[in-house]
């Protein structure tokens, strides 16, 4: 099939770098990164206190937020440990579920870890606001993209991201501009970078606006689709 295709297309530049099968076929691999709906995630009317009240449920502590599927390779046992070593007073809100979730709320015990279920849309947007830290703890290029980390980003929440092999994720939100990164399974690390992000204002205001800048150049669908019409029209030519 790789050899018949004339486009080969893949969602980050890492991936395809990682992939032995595809390494042949050079000339015939394209970027596409996947993409977010920005419409999902556009503030509107009421919003804003939606996004206060929540704040206030949470007595205005700095939220660290997860939203993900309670499976291995998305390295939610490492937030949970993670969260031991965070120094700053903050909550850590994680929302999903999964096979893991029932053995992750049993070993943890912290009263500053809110295990939320799942969100529809509407609270997913508003807990992106709110959120001062977006925790992605994912762990292998099974995560070989990370939207929900380009729509955190989208939102101007800046993140914290393991050092992933062969994953698109850290082209996503990339190191010391619009997150930080650091080395896989590290969970010390993990929680100081958190810990960097709560206390250095000015460092994460400034990531917060690069990333937003970032997914908006580079993640939307409008985005997308005219890269793929590009594509498509250039492959027509030949």
Known sequence: LLKRADLIVVTSPRYYDASLPLQPYKEKV???PNAIDEDNFILRDGDIEKIDA????????????FVGRH??????P??????????????FVIAGKGPLTEELTAKCHSSRVHFIGKLSDEDLKIHHYAA???AFPSITKNEAFGVALAEAM???????????????????????ETGLEVS????KAFAKAIDTLLTNKDLSRRFAENG???????????????????????????
């Open 71 to 76: 499976i291995q390779y998305k390295g939610l």
């Open 132 to 134: 001062s830290v977006f």
């Open 78 to 91: 490492h937030l949970i440990e993670a969260e031991k070593y965070v120094k700053s007073d903050c909550v």
């Open 154 to 176: 989208y939102c101007g929440t800046p993140a914290v991201t393991f050092t992933i092999s062969g994953s698109g994720v850290n082209w996503v939100s990339l190191n010391g």
């Open 54 to 65: 929540l704040k206030e449920k949470y007595n205005y502590k700095p939220i660290v937020f």
């Open 30 to 32: 394209k970027i596409l």
């Open 212 to 238: 937003r800048k970032r997914v908006k150049e580079n993640f939307t669908i409008p985005v997308m689709v005219k890269q793929m019409e590009k594509y498509y029209t250039e492959l027509m030519k030949d």
């Open 184 to 187: 896989n399974g590290d969970d």
